[in-house]
């Protein structure tokens, strides 16, 4: 109805309302275009999801772009390898094998891979094993190279420098709840504080796991898994801490309560009062004592203050005294004279000026 190219198809997935037009509509442009796949050639596709079941290792949910998938190919998935035990269907079904555009979960892999990984099909065992070393070399390469870097580059990153991290190590069930617990700490952060990943990985806790956090510090965030026993015992050993969770709001909610208590917090001043300096008395032991009268607010024995002399502040600090008459007071009020002396400060004259104020301690939170 819009004209153009391309085609308009309203559907609605909650109320199964145009399902039959979209895929009509599918299957006419297919024909239109002449998109075929040749079903005659290896496998190739790529990982929709991944997962470690207990009962069935390393599961891959696969799509068959082009060729084949068969029970007992040799398949190598991103940085995952192995030889298919079983491919599922979609309806939970056991299947020999699986053709383009077909959707199947493949058993047989020797770790989870990542969604997103392309896979395909190769001749031996060898081979599979000589890619998969080649991809994690060039992995490893890829993380060791310096990078060359801009101005611009250099000045964020020792703005980086002066950022307080928080290291942790994610452990998921699937690897789309390990993504999405990644991209939600990641975006936590701010100029101050921030959030790094370790490591995140599909599957229970290991030993390398908690040898890599016993020496980064760092404690790991288990997402509906649990750490193996060795795992388990090393951790008390080494004194890392799992914790474990099954909603992901409440891990977020941890991290980021960890990151507010380092923030630094906001210091608020308050104005309490001003007292002029009438005369200046010395006293033995005790030093120079101002006789002074509060010309407006009032003054208080724990608060702070300065030394106003012409306008210009010199100098801050605390009251070694507070008193009226011959008694030391906590506070007194505007239009009442009192006797002052400061800590560790002897410089005052008649006229002077005394600022008393108050500074409050505000925790900060991030989204402040």
Same mark, same amino acid.
């Given at each position: 109805?819009m004209?153009?190219e @391309? %085609?308009?198809?309203?559907i !609605?997935?909650l ?7 979209? *895929? +009509? #509509?599918?299957l006419?442009?297919s ?7 040749n ?7 790529v ?13 891959g ?9 068969r029970?007992?190919d040799i ?6 390898w ?11 079904a056991?299947?020999? *094998? ?7 979960e %493949?058993?047989?892999?020797?770790q989870a891979?990542s #969604?997103?990984?392309e896979?395909? &099909?190769?001749d031996?065992?060898?081979r ?6 080649y991809?994690?070399?060039?992995e $490893? ?5 310096? &990078?060359?870097?801009s ?20 452990k ?5 709840s !390990?993504?999405? @617990? ?9 100029? *101050? ?11 229970g806790?290991t030993?390398s796991?908690v040898?890599?956090?016993s ?9 509906n898994?649990?750490?193996n #026993?060795?795992a388990r015992?090393?951790?008390? $050993?080494d004194?890392?801490?799992? $914790?474990y969770?099954n &909603?992901i ?17 906001t210091?608020?001043?308050t104005?309490l009062g001003?007292a002029e300096i ?5 006293i033995?032991k005790?030093?120079k004592?101002?006789g002074?009268?509060i ?8 608060a ?8 210009v ?6 009251l ?8 030391e007071?906590k506070e007194?009020f505007?239009g009442?004279?009192?006797g ?17 104020y +108050?500074?409050?301690? @505000? ?6």
């Amino acid at each position: 109805s819009m004209g153009g190219e @391309i %085609l308009d198809v309203e559907i !609605s997935a909650l109320k199964r309302q145009g399902l039959d037009k979209l *895929e +009509e #509509a599918v299957l006419l442009q297919s024909e239109l275009l002449e998109l075929r796949a040749n079903p005659d050639r290896p496998g190739r596709g790529v990982v929709v999801e991944a997962q470690l079941d207990r009962g069935r290792g390393a599961v891959g949910t696969m799509l068959i772009q082009s060729g084949t998938l068969r029970t007992g190919d040799i398949v190598v998935a991103g940085a995952a390898w192995g030889k298919v035990r079983a491919l599922v269907a979609d309806n939970g079904a056991r299947v020999d *094998e699986a053709g383009p555009s077909v959707p199947v979960e %493949l058993l047989g892999l020797n770790q989870a891979p990542s #969604a997103g990984d392309e896979f395909s &099909v190769v001749d031996s065992e060898g081979r599979a094993r000589e890619i998969v070393e080649y991809r994690q070399r060039k992995e $490893r390469d890829r993380i060791n190279t310096p &990078v060359a870097k801009s101005l611009d580059q250099l000045m964020s990153q020792l703005k980086e420098g002066e950022r307080k991290e928080v290291p942790v190590l994610v452990k998921a069930d699937v690897q789309g709840s !390990s993504e999405a @617990i990644v991209a939600a700490l990641e975006k936590m952060g701010n100029e *101050e504080v921030a959030v790094r990943v370790l490591h995140a990985g599909v599957g229970g806790v290991t030993e390398s796991d908690v040898t890599l956090c016993s020496a980064s510090d760092a404690p790991i965030l288990a997402f509906n898994v649990r750490a193996n #026993a060795p795992a388990r015992q090393m951790a008390e $050993r080494d004194q890392v801490e799992i $914790r474990y969770y099954n &909603v992901i709001y409440d891990l977020v909610d941890d991290i980021k309560a960890v990151m507010e208590g380092m923030l630094a917090p906001t210091l608020r001043e308050t104005f309490l009062g001003n007292a002029e300096i009438l005369q200046v008395f010395n006293i033995t032991k005790t030093g120079k004592v101002a006789g002074c009268q509060i010309s407006e607010g009032m003054a208080k024995r724990s608060a702070k203050v300065r030394l106003i002399r012409d306008s210009v502040v010199i100098h801050e600090g605390t009251l070694s005294t507070l008193r009226r008459f011959k008694d030391e007071v906590k506070e007194v009020f505007a239009g009442q004279e009192c006797g002052m002396a400061f800590e560790n400060y002897q410089d005052i004259q008649v006229g002077d000026v005394i600022e008393i104020y +108050e500074v409050e301690t @505000i925790a900060r939170t991030l989204d402040a």
